[in-house]
């Protein structure tokens, strides 16, 4: 396992869940929400740079039978943002039902859904890092796939 701390990002048409790892990439923690447009991906790279984190990983959503969603190309538009901006690596992992994961987590705490939408991203993106964290540890791997900045964006 690598060591450094990691960035979880699930990224939603109007809010940035933001996760964190520790520094041993052991465990995923909530960090905030993030309005999704202007000034977007500069809040992400500052949490970056206050975190020293060594990567970044994005949900990519799928839908269930593995092909693109409605929100596919847009999560990797953003990824893409991310890594034209970012000198550290970007790496896109498969988030099929984190959404429906934190929401289930939260209801189980006893959280309602009106007031939980800006913790609900939070939670599917401590769910995106963990399982890419639990992945590289257990398999050996490194999750998902690297986001290649586009030249002469």
């Not at 447009?37 to 020293?52: F, K, Q, S």
């Not at 939980?116 to 399982?131: F, K, T």
């Given at each position: 396992?690598?060591?450094?701390?990691?960035?979880?990002?699930?990224?939603?048409?109007?809010?940035?869940?933001?996760?964190?790892?520790?520094?041993?990439?052991?465990?995923?923690?909530?960090?905030?929400?993030?309005?999704?447009?202007?000034?977007?991906?500069?809040?992400?790279?500052?949490?970056?740079?206050?975190?020293?984190?060594?990567?970044i990983v994005i949900g990519l959503p799928l839908s269930l039978s593995g092909r693109?969603?409605?929100?596919?190309?847009?999560?990797?538009?953003?990824?893409?943002?991310?890594?034209?901006?970012?000198?550290?690596?970007?790496?896109?992992?498969?988030?099929?039902?984190?959404?429906?994961?934190?929401?289930?987590?939260?209801?189980?705490?006893?959280?309602?859904?009106?007031?939980?939408?800006?913790?609900?991203?939070?939670?599917?993106?401590?769910?995106?890092?963990?399982?890419?964290?639990?992945?590289?540890?257990?398999?050996?791997?490194?999750?998902?796939?690297v986001v290649v900045p586009l030249e002469g964006r």
């Amino acid at each position: 396992m690598r060591s450094g701390s990691r960035l979880g990002i699930d990224v939603g048409t109007v809010r940035i869940g933001v996760a964190s790892s520790d520094p041993h990439g052991m465990l995923a923690f909530p960090v905030s929400t993030v309005n999704r447009g202007d000034g977007d991906v500069a809040a992400i790279l500052l949490e970056v740079h206050e975190r020293d984190v060594v990567e970044i990983v994005i949900g990519l959503p799928l839908s269930l039978s593995g092909r693109d969603s409605a929100s596919t190309q847009d999560a990797r538009d953003f990824a893409q943002r991310v890594a034209q901006a970012s000198a550290i690596p970007v790496r896109m992992v498969d988030e099929r039902l984190s959404t429906v994961s934190a929401t289930r987590a939260l209801q189980a705490s006893g959280r309602n859904a009106r007031s939980s939408r800006s913790v609900v991203d939070q939670v599917a993106a401590v769910i995106i890092l963990q399982h890419a964290l639990d992945a590289e540890r257990t398999g050996g791997h490194l999750p998902g796939a690297v986001v290649v900045p586009l030249e002469g964006r």
